[in-house]
């Protein structure tokens, strides 16, 4: 079945950066189209980013564009998130998930970043 794990995560000041992994196993992860997703306290699953099989085409939501940077290894099986210019609006838990809506998504790691 599929298996999404997620890394990463820490605590930062607003302006830092982190760079989160997700490793996936149990499924043909090259042939997946694949996601990022956060949940911030207190709100629902929030679409941040997509990237095709190949890793050519990515999409971004309006409130990371420019400062997150999704990729991929398609032959170690793992999703990256670089996330640069962090903002205190980008705490929240990350996943990564191969569905837009997160219904399938690894157990997540946290991002907080401070003021």
């Known amino acids: 079945q599929v298996q999404l794990v997620e890394s990463g995560g820490g605590s930062v000041q607003a302006g830092g950066s982190l760079r989160l992994s997700c490793a996936g196993s149990?499924?043909?992860?090259?042939?997946?189209?694949m996601y990022w997703v956060r949940q911030a306290p207190g709100k629902g699953l929030e679409w941040v980013s997509t990237?095709?099989?190949?890793?050519?085409?990515?999409w971004y939501s309006d409130s990371v564009k420019g400062r997150f940077t999704i990729s991929r290894d398609n032959a170690n099986n793992t999703l990256y998130l670089d996330m640069n210019r962090l903002e205190t609006e980008d705490t929240a838990v990350y996943y990564c998930?191969?569905?837009?809506?997160?219904?399938?998504r690894g157990q997540g790691t946290q991002v907080t970043v401070s003021s």
């Open positions: 149990g499924f043909p992860f090259s042939t997946y189209v």
């Open positions: 998930a191969t569905d837009r809506s997160g219904s399938v």
């Open positions: 990237i095709n099989t190949r890793g050519i085409y990515t």
